[in-house]
């Protein structure tokens, strides 16, 4: 007896459990999400602006190459050619989805750099990004212009020696690679573009890393 | 005895119509009738987040073995990439107002990533239409997807990470 007027005790407050059940359960689903972390987009850039320059550098040492060992064994050339066209094909695509970005949002992509120095924990970046404003803000347009050039000439590059794969695919020899050299000529050319172009996304980032740095800090290595 | 029932069913019949009312009521936990707007719930994304790795993965494969396919490869390729991009677009459409807002760098990033790498099917119709042999240009164009579509599935896993999906 004594048992099972505990029990119904309990089952009395069944329903008002559940319904308080249902509204935690509605209110955790919001409520508890936790807030999406700002990104260091700049420093991430400049990251990735480095590696497309040692890419490009590393391409068109391949394209020398071919050159080169024309007169010999133009094989392993070739390959080593064939295989810097397949990486910089892959790796070039963060470095353009990056600068194509930017070219479509401009000056919101900026206010990103912004909100994000806005919000680090280290007070002397956050009043030296306020100090900087306008400069970074120069910076950022300067960057961007440059980031937009090395996209208009990336795809000429890009197409150039594609088109060199494809021709000398099939038979790598002296003959074809002298036939070819007008293209050779057009993609070294496009590729000294891009990597002026990276050059001056580069000399920016670099600025504003600078601009940034508080006094006496030792750069990371 | 059937008072004592009465007690308890009364009481937890209420209870259940209020929960019911309030799940229908409560605009967070479930949607109006007549509505079609995706749900933004931590559960949806983390499914549609899931999908599309899912069909990054598929598309991969099929990269590998689309040669096999004698002249249907290349269209099963494009379709493939479709899938990719039309549930990306879904997934998108689970996120937030202030998800969107702070990752929109990272979404315009993501989306001018899925263009770029949609570009290698031109660049394989330009190579054959140059006079490169079918096989190797279909090649070159497979291996240049299946590790472009992975390049790009590692960003989106970081910048789900980063805005908090799921």
């Not at chain 2, 019949?13 to 109006?32: E, I, K, M, T």
């Not at chain 2, 689309?66 to 998108?92: E, H, I, N, P």
């Amino acid at each position: 007896m004594k048992q099972s007027i505990i029990i119904r005790g309990y089952w009395r407050w069944f329903p008002p459990a559940a319904v308080a059940a249902v509204l935690i359960g509605c209110a955790s689903t919001e409520t508890a999400r936790k807030q999406p972390t700002p990104r260091a987009d700049f420093i991430e850039y400049r990251q990735i602006v480095v590696q497309a320059m040692s890419q490009v550098d590393g391409t068109l040492r391949a394209l020398d190459e071919l050159s080169v060992r024309a007169n010999r064994d133009p094989r392993p050339a070739y390959q080593a050619f064939a295989k810097a066209v397949h990486r910089i094909e892959v790796d070039s695509i963060r470095v353009r989805a990056r600068a194509q970005a930017m070219g479509a949002r401009g000056d919101a992509y900026f206010e990103h750099w912004e909100a994000y120095l806005a919000g680090v924990k280290n007070e002397q970046v956050r009043q030296l990004a306020e100090q900087h404003r306008p400069a970074l803000k120069q910076s950022f347009e300067q960057a961007h212009l440059a980031s937009q050039q090395v996209r208009e000439v990336f795809r000429p590059f890009l197409s150039d020696l594609q088109k060199l794969r494809a021709v000398l695919e099939a038979d790598p020899t002296l003959a074809r690679i002298d036939a070819a050299k007008g293209l050779i000529l057009a993609a070294q050319d496009e590729g000294r573009q891009v990597q002026q172009g990276l050059d001056r996304i580069l000399g920016e980032m670099n600025s504003m890393t600078a601009m940034l740095r508080p006094p006496g800090t030792i750069p990371k290595r | 005895m059937k008072s004592i029932t009465k007690k308890l069913v009364l009481p937890a019949a209420l209870g259940l119509l209020v929960s019911v009312a309030l799940l229908w009521a409560n605009p967070v936990c479930a949607q109006a009738p007549g509505s079609f707007a995706p749900p933004t719930t931590p559960m949806a994304q983390r499914n549609a987040m899931n999908l599309v790795i899912n069909q990054g993965r598929w598309f991969q494969n099929a990269t590998r073995t689309a040669s096999s396919y004698s002249g249907r490869g290349y269209g099963l390729l494009v379709q493939q990439f479709q899938s990719v991009r039309d549930q990306y677009a879904s997934f998108k459409s689970t996120l937030t107002a202030q998800q969107l807002t702070a990752g929109a760098n990272r979404v315009a990033e993501l989306d001018s990533g899925l263009d770029i790498i949609q570009e290698a099917f031109t660049d394989y119709q330009t190579a054959v239409a140059n006079g490169q042999s079918n096989a190797p240009a279909f090649a070159n164009m497979c291996g240049v997807l299946n590790e472009a579509i992975g390049v790009w599935a590692r960003e989106f896993r970081q910048d789900c990470r980063q805005l908090r999906v799921g």
